[in-house]
């Protein structure tokens, strides 16, 4: 199967999952925040009235929010 977390991003699929992007997550300061070995990876949520919305939460990072499906984050 398709691993959905890489080291350093989150990898996203258009297509059903016949292709994938890795994307990052990244703080104010340039820092990768999704590890999902690490220290830092915690939560991912999709809103369920809106699935372009998705939410990630890190202990040590705070709280980030995407409205294009993964593309960017704030």
């Known amino acids: 199967g398709k691993e959905w977390a890489a080291r350093n991003g989150l990898a996203i699929s258009r297509d059903r999952g016949r292709t994938w992007?890795?994307?990052?997550?990244?703080?104010?300061?340039?820092?990768?925040?999704?590890?999902?070995?690490?220290?830092?990876?915690?939560?991912?949520?999709?809103?369920?009235?809106?699935?372009?919305?998705?939410?990630y939460a890190s202990r040590q990072e705070g709280l980030y929010r995407s409205t294009d499906r993964g593309e960017t984050w704030r």
């Open 21 to 55: 992007k890795i994307v990052d997550i990244l703080n104010p300061g340039g820092k990768h925040v999704f590890m999902v070995n690490g220290v830092t990876g915690d939560r991912l949520a999709v809103d369920p009235q809106d699935g372009a919305v998705l939410w």
